[in-house]
């Protein structure tokens, strides 16, 4: 959609959430050839990159509530990409082989978002873009 296609792009809230869905809708594009949405993926990559990480820190790593957190990790353990170990008081998260084995696919998904919208946005503009909605959301967050 052109800037001119619509009243709303001033808006911020608009514009932002529809960048959202247009990003949304590329990742899900490529996660869906692994059988993932974009949550479920980045989920299973923080766990790779920490075994043992607690739902608290992913919670954060994502910045998802933990109550959908727990949801998606009961889902993933159910179909046997992760494991819980209760510690005490402690939940730890393990990736499991199923896991291991689709990881460079997953990698390979994301680097592919990447690459399609540096191809349409440029390698300058990506980085400004990230840098900037990330500064913006640190200060509304």
Known sequence: MKKEDTKYCNCLF???NAFSRVMSK???EEFAVLGLSSSYAFL???ISDKP???PKEISQQLQLTPSTITRLIEKMEYQGFLKR???GRNTEVYPTLKTADLLADIKSAWANIYERYVAVLGKETSKQLTVDINEALSKLG
């Open 14 to 16: 608009y514009t932002a």
């Open 26 to 28: 590329l990742a899900d």
């Open 44 to 46: 299973l990559m923080s």
């Open 52 to 54: 043992g990480i607690q």
């Open 85 to 87: 170990n209760i510690n």
